[in-house]
């Protein structure tokens, strides 16, 4: 599946760091970034998540929630919540179901070969639940929190 911007984001129902539901219906009339990465305390994902942490406090002022979105399972994620003092949730998706309804998870390229697994991504969902943008890959992971806090100041100022 090909997520377009501009168009309804993928429905979806995952289980949150605390084992609670969420839906892509719940964070109707929000600005959500959803971040999608390979697996808890990893280096690269680590990187990302703590970006995304240190950008918070901005990120809330802004009116944006923001979702990790691995296939590690909710103890995993708590672990990693606690370790790092992530202050958002993080989903769960074993299946990879929505990962691939968000076209996170098929064919990409690692160290030169092709391999198949979460292709590192992010999509920024706007409050009509139409995605406003589709970072499709993202090359650094230490520094792609602050690209996307870049995009939101500046799509929200025109708002």
């Known amino acids: 599946m090909s997520i377009k911007e501009g168009l309804a984001a993928p429905d979806f129902t995952l ?4 084992g609670q539901p969420v839906s ?3 964070l109707a009339g929000r600005h959500v970034i959803l971040y999608f990465y390979p697996k808890d305390d990893t280096p690269g994902c680590t990187k990302e998540a703590c970006g995304f942490r240190d950008a918070w406090a901005e990120l809330q002022a802004l009116g944006v929630s923001v979702y990790g979105v691995s296939p590690d399972a909710a103890a995993s994620h708590q672990a990693f919540t606690r370790k790092y003092a992530l202050p958002f949730p ?3 998706d074993p299946e990879r179901t929505m990962m691939q309804a968000y076209a996170a998870y098929g064919e990409k390229s690692m160290y030169g070969r ?4 979460v292709v590192r991504s ?8 139409q ?29």
């Open 15 to 18: 289980t949150d760091t605390a």
């Open 24 to 26: 892509l219906r719940d």
């Open 122 to 129: 992010t999509v920024w969902i706007d409050p009509a639940g």
């Open 131 to 159: 995605v406003r943008k589709h970072w499709a890959t993202v090359a650094k992971a230490e520094t792609h929190p602050a690209k996307v806090l870049e995009a939101l100041r500046a799509g929200l100022a025109d708002t």
């Open 114 to 117: 092709k391999v198949v697994g």
């Open 90 to 92: 993080l989903l769960s």
